[in-house]
């Protein structure tokens, strides 16, 4: 199936380990030009390098999203050195568990509001892509967390609010040909991941996590990423508001 991601350019926040490194490669796959940011420099530059090998146009800085006015500018950079930007991924998380202030904060900056500036800064180029191309594309990863709550915790509230936004933002922007898409993951399996550390630290628990999945597993990173690939294209033309759940039939609820 063409995807029609050929020449199509993709800046991609988080885009340099697990998911987002995933779907910065399967983009990449599919010829499109990608930037990617991250706060670590060297996992920057070997992602950029990676991405070159596979023949598109890649560039990638160490951005702390957190930093609205720095954000914004490396997104204006990042479309002029890739020539325009048709796909905005946010995929950085702060993963803060807890409840105590500093968790929400944490949460709210690196989750929330990093998204809010990523497209306030690229709604104008995603439009101009849109009105020459006829689809331009916004997609956030979220968390299956967003529907569970088995105790006071910041993280799904704030993952639950990322789904929220992203449906408002698609009905607001839909005529000027902008889609807006969640993808909501379940267990994610990666080195140096969250279940990477529980396998590790406690394997009885990670055990005990995979057997309540009825696929009996954690996702890898290609499984999102091919998920979040497809919304991004065109495609899926016609979605936009949609979150798509990505756990494995973990969770029970009827998505009407």
């Known amino acids: 199936m063409d995807l029609g991601l050929k020449g199509k350019n993709a800046i991609i926040l988080g885009g340099t380990r697990g998911i987002g490194r995933a779907i ?62 048709d796909i905005l991924i946010s995929n950085a998380g702060a993963m803060a568990q807890g409840n105590d202030v500093a968790a929400w904060e944490q949460n709210f900056q690196l989750d929330v509001l990093a998204a809010v500036n990523a497209f306030e800064a690229a709604q104008p180029l995603l439009g101009k892509a849109a009105a020459t ?28 609010a990322l789904i929220h936004m992203a449906k408002g933002l698609a009905r607001q922007h839909a005529k000027a040909g902008i889609r807006v898409n969640v993808v909501s993951p379940g267990m994610v399996f990666f080195e ?19 057997a309540r999945n009825p696929t009996g597993r954690c996702a890898t990173p290609q499984e999102i990423a091919n998920a979040a690939v497809f919304l991004a294209s065109p495609a899926s033309s016609y979605t936009t508001g949609a979150n798509l759940i990505v756990d494995g039939a973990v969770s029970n609820r009827v998505n009407f």
Request: some cysteine; overall charge negative.
């Open 24 to 85: 910065a490669d399967t983009l990449a796959k599919e010829g499109t030009n990608v930037a990617v940011c991250a706060r670590n420099t060297d996992q920057v530059a070997a992602a950029v390098a990676d991405l070159k090998a596979l023949g598109v146009n890649a560039t990638g800085a160490s951005v702390d999203v957190t930093d609205g006015p720095a954000l914004k500018k490396w997104i204006a950079d990042a479309a002029g050195t890739l020539g325009g930007l």
């Open 133 to 160: 191309n006829g689809d331009a594309a916004f997609v956030i990863i979220s968390s299956i967390s967003a529907a569970q709550a088995d105790r006071g915790d910041s993280y799904g509230p704030i993952k639950a």
């Open 192 to 210: 140096g991941g969250v279940w990477h550390t529980v396998k590790t630290n406690a394997p009885d628990f990670f055990e005990q996590a995979n």
